[in-house]
C-alpha cells in the first residue's frame, strides 16, 4: 500500500482545499492548523504535507510562524512548499524544523537552485514539486503557464539530483475523481531513480488502491487532501474526526517525547 501523507493547506492561517487550483473555489475546513496537524497525527499519520497558498501565490510570509508551530507540534516529518524561492528561504524553514522542502515555481523559473540546494542540504531534504494541466508546468500557484513539458522537466530534475518529485495534475485536485493514473505511468516509465509521490484527486480507498498498483512507475506515496476532510474513508468512523473540537489532542501527542529524545 502506498504511504498516505495527509495534506494541510494555508491560507489567511486556516487550513483549506481549492478545486482545481482555483483560489475562487475555496473551502475552508478547520480554522486552527495545529490543532488540525495534531489530530493527523492522533490518526496515525506519518508524514504531513504543508502548502502555503498565500506565498505560493503572493510571496506573503505570514504564515511561517504557523508552519514553526506545527512542526513543533508533532513528532513526524513535515514537508513544506509554496513560496519558497531562494536558497536562504530553504535553510530558513530546515532551521524552523521542517523536514523537507517542496521547491516548484522556483525549480522551475532557476533550476540552478534545486542543484545547489541538494549540494548544500542532501537529496533526502529537497523535494520538486511538479504542477501539470495537460502536461504543461504551472507555476506562481498554479496561475501562470510554464511551457515546459512535465516529463521533460523531471528528467531535468532527476539529473540535478532530485530524489523525489510531488506530482499534480490540477484539473484533478480537490475533485475527487481519482488520480491520473496514466500521467504517473507515462512519467515514472522514464525516471531511474526519482521516487513519486502522488496528488490529486484521490475520492476513496479504492484510489489508494488503484495507485499501489503503480510500485513499478516509482509511485510509493500519495497527498490526500480532501477526501481525509470528508472522511471519505471507513476508517475514519472509528477516529476521533467526528469530534474534533472536543478532543485534547495534547494528550496523544508524542512530540514532548521526541523534544526530550532528540535522537528518534
Known amino acids: 500500500m502506498v504511504l498516505v501523507i495527509p495534506a494541510i493547506d494555508l491560507r489567511g492561517g486556516q487550513c483549506v482545499r481549492l478545486l482545481q487550483g482555483s483560489y475562487e473555489r475555496e473551502t475552508v475546513y478547520f480554522d486552527d492548523p495545529v490543532q488540525m496537524a495534531k489530530l493527523w497525527r492522533v490518526q496515525n499519520a506519518k508524514v504531513l504535507h504543508v502548502v502555503d497558498l498565500d506565498a505560493a501565490r503572493s510571496g506573503d510570509d505570514d504564515n511561517r510562524d504557523t508552519i514553526g508551530a506545527i512542526c513543533r507540534a508533532i513528532d513526524i516529518p513535515v514537508q513544506v512548499g509554496g513560496g519558497i524561492r531562494t536558497i536562504d528561504q530553504v535553510a530558513g524553514m530546515l532551521e524552523s524544523g521542517v523536514y523537507r522542502v517542496v521547491l516548484g515555481t522556483a525549480a522551475v523559473r532557476e533550476p540552478d537552485l534545486v542543484s545547489e540546494a541538494v549540494a548544500r542540504f542532501g537529496s533526502q531534504k529537497i523535494v520538486v514539486g511538479i504542477d501539470a494541466r495537460d502536461g504543461e508546468v504551472r507555476v506562481e500557484g498554479w496561475t501562470e503557464g510554464s511551457g515546459l513539458d512535465a ?19 490540477i484539473s484533478r485536485d480537490g475533485t475527487l475523481e481519482g488520480p491520473n ?7 515514472g516509465s522514464r525516471l531511474s531513480r526519482v521516487r513519486l509521490t ?6 476513496s480507498y479504492r484510489d489508494l488502491l488503484a495507485l499501489s498498483t503503480l510500485k513499478e512507475y516509482r509511485v510509493d506515496s500519495v497527498i490526500v487532501g480532501r477526501a481525509l476532510y470528508e472522511n471519505r474513508f471507513p476508517c475514519q468512523q472509528f477516529w476521533c474526526w467526528n469530534r474534533k473540537e472536543a478532543v485534547d489532542l495534547d494528550a496523544f501527542s508524542t512530540a514532548s517525547l521526541a523534544a526530550r529524545n532528540p535522537a528518534q
Do not use: H, K, P, W
Not at 516529463?151 to 495534475?169: H, K, N, P, Q, S
Not at 493514473?181 to 512519467?187: E, G, K, P, T
Open 151 to 169: 516529463v521533460d522537466f523531471a528528467l531535468d530534475m532527476e539529473r540535478r539530483g532530485c530524489c523525489r518529485i510531488v506530482y499534480t495534475d
Open 198 to 203: 502522488a496528488s490529486g484527486g484521490v475520492g
Open 181 to 187: 493514473l496514466d500521467a504517473y505511468r507515462a512519467l
